[in-house]
Protein backbone atom coordinates (compact mmCIF):
# COMPACT_ATOMS: atom_id res chain seq x y z
CA UNK A 1 0.00 0.00 0.00
CA UNK A 2 1.11 3.25 -0.65
CA UNK A 3 2.20 6.14 2.38
CA UNK A 4 -0.50 9.19 1.96
CA UNK A 5 1.62 12.25 1.34
CA UNK A 6 1.64 14.38 4.79
CA UNK A 7 0.77 16.90 2.24
CA UNK A 8 -0.80 17.84 -1.21
CA UNK A 9 -2.67 21.20 -2.07
CA UNK A 10 -5.06 21.17 -5.09
CA UNK A 11 -4.96 25.13 -6.87
CA UNK A 12 -6.82 26.03 -10.17
CA UNK A 13 -4.65 24.88 -12.91
CA UNK A 14 -3.50 26.41 -16.41
CA UNK A 15 -3.70 23.98 -19.29
CA UNK A 16 -0.34 23.91 -19.13
CA UNK A 17 -0.71 21.97 -16.53
CA UNK A 18 -3.20 19.94 -17.17
CA UNK A 19 -1.43 19.19 -20.27
CA UNK A 20 1.92 18.50 -18.67
CA UNK A 21 0.04 15.70 -16.04
CA UNK A 22 -2.41 14.24 -19.16
CA UNK A 23 1.06 13.30 -20.82
CA UNK A 24 1.31 11.20 -17.51
CA UNK A 25 -1.28 9.21 -17.01
CA UNK A 26 -0.49 6.05 -19.22
CA UNK A 27 -4.79 5.32 -19.81
CA UNK A 28 -4.91 7.99 -21.84
CA UNK A 29 -4.26 6.51 -25.57
CA UNK A 30 -3.29 8.53 -28.46
CA UNK A 31 -1.60 12.00 -29.04
CA UNK A 32 -3.25 15.13 -28.14
CA UNK A 33 -2.15 18.49 -28.12
CA UNK A 34 -2.65 21.36 -25.69
CA UNK A 35 -5.44 22.70 -27.70
CA UNK A 36 -7.20 19.52 -26.57
CA UNK A 37 -7.80 21.32 -23.87
CA UNK A 38 -8.15 24.73 -25.23
CA UNK A 39 -10.99 24.07 -27.63
CA UNK A 40 -13.43 22.50 -24.89
CA UNK A 41 -12.91 25.00 -22.43
CA UNK A 42 -13.46 28.03 -24.58
CA UNK A 43 -16.16 29.87 -23.45
CA UNK A 44 -17.83 27.74 -21.09
CA UNK A 45 -17.99 28.22 -17.50
CA UNK A 46 -15.02 25.56 -16.47
CA UNK A 47 -12.69 24.66 -13.44
CA UNK A 48 -9.46 23.32 -14.04
CA UNK A 49 -7.68 22.02 -10.59
CA UNK A 50 -4.34 20.63 -10.30
CA UNK A 51 -3.04 18.27 -7.18
CA UNK A 52 1.09 18.92 -6.22
CA UNK A 53 2.76 16.96 -3.58
CA UNK A 54 5.95 18.71 -2.37
CA UNK A 55 5.83 21.06 -5.39
CA UNK A 56 5.19 18.28 -7.93
CA UNK A 57 2.29 17.76 -10.05
CA UNK A 58 0.09 14.61 -8.92
CA UNK A 59 -2.87 14.77 -10.44
CA UNK A 60 -5.67 16.68 -12.22
CA UNK A 61 -9.51 17.48 -12.44
CA UNK A 62 -11.16 19.33 -15.04
CA UNK A 63 -15.10 19.79 -15.79
CA UNK A 64 -17.20 22.33 -16.75
CA UNK A 65 -21.21 23.25 -17.38
CA UNK A 66 -22.89 20.97 -19.49
CA UNK A 67 -25.72 21.93 -21.99
CA UNK A 68 -28.15 22.06 -18.77
CA UNK A 69 -26.60 25.12 -16.41
CA UNK A 70 -27.58 22.99 -13.01
CA UNK A 71 -25.29 20.36 -14.17
CA UNK A 72 -21.92 20.09 -13.77
CA UNK A 73 -19.58 17.71 -16.65
CA UNK A 74 -16.62 16.42 -14.63
CA UNK A 75 -14.78 15.61 -17.74
CA UNK A 76 -11.16 14.98 -17.50
CA UNK A 77 -8.54 13.72 -13.97
CA UNK A 78 -6.06 11.51 -13.81
CA UNK A 79 -3.18 11.10 -10.91
CA UNK A 80 -0.08 10.17 -11.87
CA UNK A 81 0.33 5.88 -10.46
CA UNK A 82 2.91 6.97 -8.13
CA UNK A 83 0.54 9.04 -5.79
CA UNK A 84 -2.34 7.05 -6.61
CA UNK A 85 -4.37 5.58 -3.32
CA UNK A 86 -2.89 8.13 -1.20
CA UNK A 87 -6.07 10.76 -1.48
CA UNK A 88 -5.11 12.63 -4.49
CA UNK A 89 -7.69 11.74 -6.46
CA UNK A 90 -10.08 12.18 -3.27
CA UNK A 91 -9.08 15.51 -2.65
CA UNK A 92 -9.45 16.86 -6.23
CA UNK A 93 -12.89 15.51 -6.52
CA UNK A 94 -14.11 16.75 -2.81
CA UNK A 95 -12.78 20.53 -3.86
CA UNK A 96 -15.21 20.30 -7.67
CA UNK A 97 -17.72 18.97 -6.09
CA UNK A 98 -17.53 22.01 -3.32
CA UNK A 99 -16.77 24.43 -5.92
CA UNK A 100 -19.73 22.78 -8.59
CA UNK A 101 -22.47 23.37 -5.50
CA UNK A 102 -21.50 26.90 -4.64
CA UNK A 103 -21.68 28.00 -8.12
CA UNK A 104 -25.05 26.60 -8.50
CA UNK A 105 -24.80 23.22 -9.90
CA UNK A 106 -27.22 20.85 -8.76
CA UNK A 107 -26.06 17.56 -10.37
CA UNK A 108 -22.42 16.37 -11.28
CA UNK A 109 -21.81 13.74 -14.13
CA UNK A 110 -18.82 11.78 -15.67
CA UNK A 111 -18.54 9.37 -17.96
CA UNK A 112 -16.07 6.55 -18.03
CA UNK A 113 -15.01 3.06 -19.97
CA UNK A 114 -15.94 -0.57 -18.54
CA UNK A 115 -12.38 -1.12 -18.75
CA UNK A 116 -11.27 1.48 -16.04
CA UNK A 117 -12.77 -0.41 -13.55
CA UNK A 118 -11.05 1.67 -10.31
CA UNK A 119 -13.12 4.85 -11.65
CA UNK A 120 -15.93 3.25 -11.92
CA UNK A 121 -15.35 1.87 -8.46
CA UNK A 122 -14.65 5.31 -7.02
CA UNK A 123 -17.37 7.14 -8.44
CA UNK A 124 -19.95 4.34 -6.82
CA UNK A 125 -18.11 5.18 -3.28
CA UNK A 126 -18.43 8.83 -3.73
CA UNK A 127 -22.12 8.10 -4.41
CA UNK A 128 -22.89 8.03 -7.95
CA UNK A 129 -25.46 6.38 -9.84
CA UNK A 130 -24.60 4.37 -13.14
CA UNK A 131 -27.27 6.07 -15.53
CA UNK A 132 -26.44 4.73 -18.70
CA UNK A 133 -24.33 2.10 -20.26
CA UNK A 134 -23.46 3.06 -24.30
CA UNK A 135 -22.27 0.26 -26.32
CA UNK A 136 -19.46 1.07 -28.50
CA UNK A 137 -16.99 -1.12 -29.68
CA UNK A 138 -15.67 -4.02 -27.40
CA UNK A 139 -17.19 -4.79 -24.29
CA UNK A 140 -14.23 -2.66 -22.25
CA UNK A 141 -14.91 0.26 -24.27
CA UNK A 142 -18.51 0.70 -23.21
CA UNK A 143 -19.25 3.79 -22.05
CA UNK A 144 -20.70 4.00 -18.65
CA UNK A 145 -22.24 7.52 -17.33
CA UNK A 146 -22.55 8.13 -13.49
CA UNK A 147 -24.65 10.86 -12.30
CA UNK A 148 -24.64 12.49 -8.76
CA UNK A 149 -27.31 15.00 -6.93
CA UNK A 150 -25.04 17.22 -4.88
Known amino acids: MKEKPDRFIIKKA ?25 DRLKDKLHLALVAEVNGELAGFKVGYESDNPEIFYSWMGGVIPKYRKTGVAKGLADYQEKWAQENGFHEVFFKTRNRFTAMVM ?16 DVRDYRILMHKRL
Open 122 to 137: FGLKRGFHIEEVIQKG
Open 14 to 38: SLEELYQIHLLIPEFEGEVKIDFYQ
